[in-house]
């Protein structure tokens, strides 16, 4: 079984730093585009960050300067690294990619809060 599994989201006060994970497991043969979305209450689900096979990336401009996302393709692992947060990137962060497993297909991880106070 294939799946995408977020790590690395919490609490953090405002101007802090979080770094997520997104770890890709089972029997994947390859993996393509991968991206970071989030969902805050209420609204609708954007694009954050993401990035590609050749690591290629591209950035929501509200995120752009304090967000990075990178991939390490030995791990089959995507990270955003989160700097200087603000209320407003209060969210579920989902984690999302084209997977390689009999056929290629979309995925989605399960979400991750993150929570930004002041």
């Known amino acids: 079984q294939v799946q995408l599994v977020e790590t690395g989201g919490g609490l953090v006060q405002v101007g802090g730093s979080l770094r997520l994970s997104c770890a890709a497991s089972?029997?994947?043969?390859?993996?393509?585009?991968m991206g970071w979305y989030r969902q805050a209450p209420g609204k609708q689900r954007e694009l954050v960050a993401s990035?590609?096979?050749?690591?290629?990336?591209n950035y929501a401009d509200s995120v752009k300067g304090r967000f990075t996302i990178s991939r390490d393709n030995i791990k089959n692992t995507m990270y955003l690294q989160m700097n200087s947060l603000k209320p407003e990137d209060t969210a579920v962060y989902y984690c999302?990619?084209?997977?390689?497993?009999?056929?290629?297909?979309?995925?989605w991880g399960q979400g991750t809060q993150v929570t930004v106070f002041s």
């Open positions: 999302n990619a084209d997977l390689f497993w009999q056929t290629w297909r979309n995925y």
């Open positions: 990035i590609t096979g050749g690591g290629m990336t």
């Open positions: 089972g029997s994947i043969i390859g993996i393509k585009n």
